[in-house]
């Protein structure tokens, strides 16, 4: 059940000063401002706020008045001095989304304001459907990550339990009571005409909306597009697949991957099947504690995270490396392919995905059809038993949605629909179904990206810059220049990196306050070793008086070779690709590393040196012990070096 690792202090906000007012004067009492539930940075509190929609858990008859759940959202003024009066609608809103839209957004905001809403049980929804139980200390134990399935089914179902004994309706809170709730903010900050973005689980969201609650809709942005019509279960392993294919072809047509990588397919297959027989340990770097954590992969967990790292994009590029390391024997190769879906997991509300999925999704997918298409693709057939949603959906009990859920969506705004080219998860054929009953669709395909191509902005500015240029005139298809030249992968091969697993988790461990202290401390004392040393070296006249003994020269070389080392690897770690830092360094840095050897060889010279010092009494006894001190710190250094694997060659 491994694909299970990704299941899905507040700040006063100042007024926005864009188009739409946060707080109507006569809003309805379902609204009220508020402080922001996620921290603001301080550049941009003049253009956020934040209020409160407060809605029904269920509408219609026989609800309970008493249960309502309390949903925050957040408005982006635009930056424009004349923004323009159709809002841009976000349909999900937690601590990640805030900051994203500041930092990455302004192809959204530059003109409008954004909204973002919380969706009903997500994490910042009052209430959640969050389940701690099924976080990742639950799976924790004596610094060993074992997801085993029983237990998640067992967590699954605590969590049940609490959230019922609680009053919690689980099945009111699905994608129909959503729609709702959009309508409701839209009613109560008096929008007209706006826009929609729907990425991720939303995508399904936004299509709801289109089908049920478009009035005023004047343009719909399905970055990655869950057709509701496709049964997603049984389509898994081919997505899975095609995205695969898409991996080889791609490295297959790049000379130098395919000059170092041939074979890349069956090579994945060997690595697939090797894991299956003997699956091997990786260490890792808890989320939580950032303590080391060591998990145990087999073929289920490397197809399912491979998965994951194609739908992100980011690490398309080294996969090709780490297939072949990992094939090579060098499994320490995993960890950064790894280490995102351990950051993820227990990250969003599991039991809104499972209110959701087992109402919408999994009572359309035939369990034998599933099992049947699993078994029909050698390499998909590794990520079977990655999860079980129909054992799921027996614990969680909410009833099936209605047939027409799954019904194609008809609508007339016009829409457009991305697609990343590594996406195993909404591809091409997605979109296509997608856009089948869309009068005015844009199916566009982004080579370079995994899931929801406008949101990855870090990989690629093109799925942002097109989305800009369509919710700005939906009535023309775009055409930007990096469509015409899309970015194609540049991917990483043993040219371009030393592998190296230390120095992916350096800079979490000088983070840890205690390790930096004591590393800034040891690094300052050799900082001040070489000033000695040249002082004494300038002040000849010291020497002759025989006042400082004889190791001065190895104390100053121990300190600016271990120097030097710190120096150097700061400016590659800042200046080199982030890709190649979470796997090793850059091949040409290798001199680099005879640094800390010549600095650890001239520290025991220096100990052996001040030994005889100390029993010969050479020297005032204050340089003698400014000179041990600063022999400590060079073996201190070399020491943390070693512990950490960073003194290698």
Do not use: K
């Not at 004067?25 to 253009?47: F, I, N």
């Not at 008493?66 to 930056?79: C, G, H, K, S």
């Amino acid at each position: 059940m491994v694909a299970l690792l990704v299941a899905a202090g507040a700040l006063t906000a100042v007024p926005a000063a864009g188009a739409v007012a946060p707080i109507a004067a006569d809003a309805p009492d379902t609204t009220e401002r508020a402080e922001c539930p996620v921290e603001v940075p301080a550049a941009s509190r003049d253009r956020v706020s934040c209020g409160i929609l407060t809605v029904p858990e269920r509408r219609g008859d026989g609800a309970d008045p008493e249960r309502v759940i309390r949903l925050p959202y957040a408005i982006i003024a635009a930056a424009s001095v004349e923004p323009r009066e159709d809002p841009l609608i976000v349909p999900f809103f937690d601590v990640g989304t805030l900051a994203h839209f500041l930092d990455s957004g302004d192809w959204a905001s530059d003109e409008r304001d954004v909204i973002l809403l919380a969706r009903r049980g997500d994490d910042l929804s009052e209430p959640t459907l969050a389940c701690p139980e099924t976080g990742l200390s639950s799976f924790v134990a004596d610094g060993a990550f074992d997801l085993d399935p029983d237990r998640w089914l067992t967590q699954v179902g605590a969590c049940r339990e609490r959230l019922v004994a609680e009053g919690v309706d689980l099945a009111a809170y699905g994608n129909g009571p959503a729609v709702a709730d959009i309508a409701a903010l839209r009613t109560a900050l008096e929008i007209g005409a706006w826009n929609l973005y729907g990425a991720f689980d939303a995508s399904r969201l936004a299509m709801r909306v289109m089908r049920a609650e478009s009035e005023g809709l004047r343009s719909v942005v399905l970055d990655g597009a869950s057709a509701p019509q496709l049964p997603r279960y049984e389509l898994m392993p081919a997505n899975f697949s095609t995205a695969l294919d898409r991996l080889f072809e791609g490295c297959a047509a790049d000379d130098d991957c395919a000059e170092r990588y041939p074979g890349l397919e069956r090579t994945l297959a060997g690595v697939l099947n090797r894991a299956a027989s003997a699956p091997f340990d990786v260490v890792a770097v808890d989320p939580a504690t950032g303590g080391r954590l060591t998990v145990t992969v087999d073929d289920t967990m490397l197809a399912s995270v491979l998965r994951d790292a194609l739908a992100s994009a980011e690490l398309v590029a080294a996969l090709p490396f780490a297939i072949d390391q990992i094939a090579e024997g060098n499994t320490d190769a995993f960890a950064p392919i790894l280490q995102p879906t351990l950051d993820r997991f227990g990250v969003g509300a599991v039991g809104l995905r499972l209110s959701v999925d087992c109402a919408e999704e999994v009572p359309f997918n035939d369990p034998e059809l599933v099992a049947e298409a699993f078994a029909a693709d050698p390499l998909a057939s590794h990520l079977e038993g990655a999860v079980d949603p129909f054992a799921e959906c027996a614990i969680w009990e909410v009833p099936a949605a209605g047939e027409g859920v799954n019904a194609v969506v008809t609508s007339d705004v016009p829409t457009l629909i991305t697609v990343g080219g590594f996406d195993p998860i909404d591809p091409l054929p997605w979109a296509e179904a997608a856009a089948e009953g869309l009068s005015e669709p844009t199916v566009l395909v982004f080579p370079r990206a995994g899931n929801a191509a406008v949101w990855s902005t870090d990989v690629s500015r093109c799925g942002a810059a097109v989305a800009r240029q369509f919710i700005r005139d939906p009535g023309f298809s775009p055409s930007v220049s990096c469509l015409t030249r899309p970015v194609q992968v540049d991917y990483l091969t043993t040219a371009d990196i030393d592998p190296n697993p230390a120095v992916s988790s350096l800079s979490r461990d000088v983070r840890g306050p205690v390790t930096a202290v004591l590393l800034a401390l040891t690094l300052l004392v050799l900082a001040a070793t070489v000033v000695y040393a040249i002082v004494i070296g300038v002040r000849r006249r010291m020497r002759r008086g025989g006042e400082v003994p004889a190791g001065i020269v190895l104390a100053g070389l121990a300190a600016t070779f271990n120097l030097a080392y710190a120096i150097g690897v700061a400016v590659v770690l800042a200046t080199a690709d982030p890709l190649v830092l979470a796997f090793g360094l850059p091949p040409g840095v290798w001199p680099l590393l005879v640094l800390p050897f010549a600095g650890l060889v001239t520290a025991i010279l220096l100990v052996a040196v001040l030994v005889r010092a100390w029993i010969t009494d050479d020297g005032v006894i204050v340089h003698r012990v400014l000179l041990s001190i600063s022999a400590v710190a060079s073996l201190a250094f070399a020491i943390w070096l070693l512990a950490r694997g960073l003194l290698t060659l």
